[in-house]
Nanobody, 117 residues
Framework: QVQLAESGGGLVQAGGSLRLSCAASGRTLSMYTMAWFRQAPGKGREFVARIIWNNLTAYADSVKGRFTISRDNAKNTLYLQMNSLKPEDTAVYYC???????????WGQGTQVTVSS
């Protein structure tokens, strides 16, 4: 089983930046698909970005051009650089991992991101 721990959330003004980190333990995740999801108050969990084993990435339209997902396999850590933040980016952000051929079975506890207008 993989343990995931997010950090880096906080309160930021609109237009600002934050960098989220997700430290993984329990397994080496170099072959895993890693992703970020978020959940705003009163809404369901939504996809933000993912990165697969060869560093191919995909983003939700709402964050494309503003967020960048990356991974450091040597540190077993996933990152999400968030620039030009908007109030609608306010949510709890979760990292998750999927081993090859499987779904997103492992989730972190989340980190709160609040963007003030």
């Amino acid at each position: 089983q993989v343990q995931l721990a997010e950090s880096g959330g906080g309160l930021v003004q609109a237009g600002g930046s934050l960098r989220l980190s997700c430290a993984a333990s329990g397994r080496t995740l170099s072959m895993y698909t890693m992703a970020w999801f978020r959940q705003a108050p009163g809404k369901g969990r939504e996809f933000v970005a993912r990165i697969i084993w060869n560093n191919l990435t995909a983003y939700a339209d709402s964050v494309k051009g503003r967020f960048t997902i990356s991974r450091d396999n040597a540190k077993n850590t996933l990152y999400l650089q968030m620039n030009s933040l908007k109030p609608e980016d306010t949510a709890v952000y979760y990292c998750t991992a999927a081993k090859p051929g499987s779904g997103y079975d492992d989730w972190g506890q989340g980190t709160q991101v609040t963007v003030s207008s």
